[in-house]
């Protein structure tokens, strides 16, 4: 757009008194400067605009930046943060407007500024400006798990990974060992956090002034009361060399750290009360990196941290579960699978090169531990039968995952942990072949015994039966080979295995946070097109739409299944084909996902001796 035409749009606007060309930028882009009448004042604004404008909004600085005075969202440059561009869109064919809106939000901003309207901003914005800070030191870490009530004496590790603050030692050994970091000595430094009231918050000091020994002194005065004061002077009594950790609250119950160090010697005093003190305290930029800053901040929960989940299976769709778990924020993974990665394996595996004829179970458990130093991931490189004359052993888990991809196994497993885990859930997930369709199926939650593993394959005409779940029609066989009988393989892509996974992740997180009720078998549909071009026959299933197919999540289960069939007492006095640990009397059949299937009545289950 010429700059005859730039300039035409800026005088059209009554509070712009003139405009004019103030430089040209490579790429034919310019830079307008104009002069402004408005806020009771008069001032000028230097507008540059990009050579693609208006699918770029141009950039607005205060040419006098401090013409206001110090105030949120004016950058060191006067650059005048006026909107989120990410979230703008604009009508190439309206230039005019688009100036005619972006000026009229700039004047917006300066006003909110000036009057005070958004001085809470600063809150917000603290980071950003505590960044700006002169002399700033950067490279420290705060590892406190929770925001302190109390002013507190925490523990200052030099190490080779960075400098870590944190409230106490424990786990915080397994944390350095994950990110290969070792202390550089045994000495530990004394930090005091002070935790500021709510209702008082810092504002972000002025970024172009140092901050003296007396400044810092007189503002935490002005947040702390007389009682905190003697607290604070008494606890750095005797520790002269004390660094501060200011936890200061930004709203939304959330907290901003900022740290200051004293470098220069002191005397038996602390610099906060010691008049003689000549030094300046040096600014620090405290990065937070617990698990709960850390999973907020990355879109995990926080909550799962004390959450312990095991993973049966570390194939294609199990690995990529067990990452996934762990970003989550679940806070503790078992691993357990005697396998070991293969080169064939590394196109739809988690796992890559550097792993191959390494133990998948070991080499996934280094690998999270690396990514996410908060998991406490553990490996066990043995077949999950092994561990089966250990029924205890289970105790200790949120939840069961598993994804051995192998029926035989799994019906195994389902019986074991019916009758020795009951009401611990069990989560089973599995792949169609050729990403036709993948599924996860929960069983043993709670007080829901209806609905397991062998309900897929209860059919009295058949020893071997077929799954009902799956997508493909029974009597096809899907293996390939590329070696003989030793070389079997049923082909799938690694973006089947990871939608699968998604699901049984999702799946995993609802029953941790309580969210998920009942025993759902739940499937992802593929579209078939790889599957019918090889020839293959799709199930009567695959027919259904997905919509239908989420519909009927609770219909699989099998009223005489061998293993999870129960005793209704209004019904028969036959004896259970399991003992049942569960006493459930349902009261809601409006709700209730077996009850909908039933007759209308009263059912209760009860132990059977």
């Known amino acids: 757009m010429s700059t005859d035409k730039l300039i035409g749009y800026l005088s059209a606007i009554p509070e712009i008194e ?86 009229d939000l700039v004047i917006k901003t300066l006003e909110a500024s000036t009057t005070g309207k958004n001085r809470q901003d600063f809150l917000k914005e603290f980071a950003s400006y505590w960044c700006l800070m002169p002399n700033l030191v950067k490279g420290y870490f705060s590892l406190i798990n929770t925001p302190l009530s109390q002013i507190t004496l925490l523990n200052g590790i030099k190490t080779n990974r960075g400098y870590f603050i944190t409230e106490e030692e424990t786990g915080i050994q ?57 607290i604070l002077k008494s606890a750095l009594t005797d520790k002269p060399r004390a660094q501060l950790l200011i936890q200061n609250p930004i709203g939304e119950g959330d907290h901003y750290l900022l740290g200051f160090r004293f470098d220069q010697p002191h005397r038996n005093a602390h610099p906060l009360f010691d008049d003689g003190f000549k030094g300046k305290p040096t600014p620090v930029v405290i990065s937070p990196v617990d698990h709960k800053s850390l999973a907020n901040r990355g879109g995990a929960f926080d909550c799962l941290g004390h959450s312990s989940v095991l993973v049966v299976g570390c194939g294609a769709i199990g690995g990529a579960l067990s990452m996934q778990l762990a970003q989550t924020g679940i806070g ?134 077929h799954n009902k779940a799956s997508f493909a029609a029974p009597g096809q066989s899907f293996h390939k080979t590329q070696s003989g009988c030793d070389g079997l393989f049923i082909p799938y892509s690694t973006l089947d295995a990871q939608q699968t996974a998604i699901q049984a992740t999702r799946t995993v997180v609802k029953l941790l946070l309580g969210e998920l009720q009942g025993n759902p078998l739940l499937s992802w549909k593929g579209n078939g097109e790889t599957f019918l071009k090889a020839g293959y026959s799709p199930s009567d ?46 009261n809601s059949r409006n709700q209730c996902p077996m009850c909908l299937r039933r007759e209308p009545r009263n059912w209760k289950i009860e132990e059977v001796e």
């Open 18 to 103: 003139e405009a004019a060309l103030h430089s040209f930028e490579a790429g034919e882009g310019c830079r307008l400067r104009v002069k402004v009448n408005t806020l009771g004042r008069t001032f000028s604004l230097e507008w540059e605009f990009d050579p693609h404008f208006p699918y770029v909004l141009p950039e607005v600085r205060l040419t006098e930046r401090r013409c206001f005075g110090f105030i949120p969202h004016i950058e060191p440059d006067g650059k005048v943060c006026y909107l989120d561009r990410q979230e703008s869109v604009v009508d190439p064919k309206r230039a005019g407007q688009v100036i005619k809106e972006c000026f």
């Open 174 to 230: 397994s944390f350095f060992k994950n990110i290969g970091a070792r202390p550089a000595s045994k000495k530990k430094e004394p930090w005091a956090c002070i935790p500021l009231p709510y209702n008082k918050p810092l504002y972000p000091p002025d970024y172009e002034k140092e901050l003296s020994i007396v400044e810092l002194r007189e503002m935490l005065l002005s947040h702390l009361n007389e009682k905190e004061w003697e």
């Open 332 to 465: 503790r993974l078992t691993l357990v699978d005697p396998d070991k990665l293969m080169p064939e394996n590394i196109y739809r595996h988690v796992l890559g090169w550097q792993q191959i004829s390494k133990h998948k179970a070991g080499a996934l458990k280094k690998l999270i531990s690396r990514q996410m130093p908060h998991v406490k991931a553990e490996a066990l490189n043995c077949k999950i039968e092994d561990l089966l004359n250990r029924p205890g052993w289970f105790s200790a888990f949120d939840a069961i995952v598993v994804a051995t991809g192998s029926p035989n196994l799994n019906r195994l497993l389902n019986g074991y942990f019916l009758e020795k885990c009951p009401g611990k859930p069990v989560v089973y997930t599995w792949l169609d072949p050729y990403g036709i369709g993948g599924h996860t199926l929960v069983t043993n939650n709670g007080n829901t015994p209806s609905g397991c593993y062998a309900c897929l394959y209860t059919d009295p005409d058949s020893g071997i039966g």
């Open 541 to 586: 299933r695959f027919t259904l739409s997905q919509e239908k197919i989420n519909g009927q999540e609770y219909l699989y289960s099998h009223k005489n299944c061998p293993v999870c069939s129960y005793k209704v007492l209004e019904e028969t006095h036959e004896r259970s084909p399991r003992p049942l640990s569960i006493h459930f009397l349902c």
